[in-house]
């Protein structure tokens, strides 16, 4: 029997992701997963929409998660050879709550145009650190 050094329990979206990353080490890994193929579970059900983090409040880690992968999607496609185009997002709403949630969404953004980023991490906001990759 073989021995992993680690071993990635479902091969969804995380899972799959986790042992890229963990790829880039002197690791033996293995994936294990219940269904036939890869992201047939929860992952499957995803709507392929990138987010921009602009719907969840402003400095949540949500937010700064979404508007950190989102800027990270570019190179992750390149690297992984799957082909990728921003078209944008368009926000409609139906009601005045609706409205009013799209006027938030607005401020936000000119905040963050502005450079008050409303709470959301900007790349200007990194510095001098250098990227997290190994």
């Known amino acids: 029997m073989k021995n992993y050094d680690v071993i990635v329990i479902g091969a969804g979206v995380v899972g799959c992701a986790v042992a890229r990353e963990l790829s880039r080490y002197r690791l033996d890994i293995a994936v294990l997963e219940k269904e036939p193929d890869v992201a047939m579970g929860n992952s499957s059900r ?22 950190e992968g989102n800027k990270e999607f570019d190179q992750v496609a390149a690297q992984l050879g799957v082909p990728f185009k921003r078209t ?26 502005r450079g008050g980023n409303g709470g959301h991490r900007q790349e200007a906001d990194r510095g001098d650190r250098p990227p997290r990759r190994r």
């Open 88 to 113: 944008g997002k368009l926000v409609v709403g139906f009601t005045v709550h609706d409205m009013e949630n799209i006027l938030k969404i607005q401020k936000n953004r000119r905040n963050q145009r």
């Open 46 to 67: 995803n709507t392929g929409m990138l987010h921009a983090g602009f719907t969840y409040k402003p400095g949540s880690l949500k937010a700064e998660c979404a508007v």
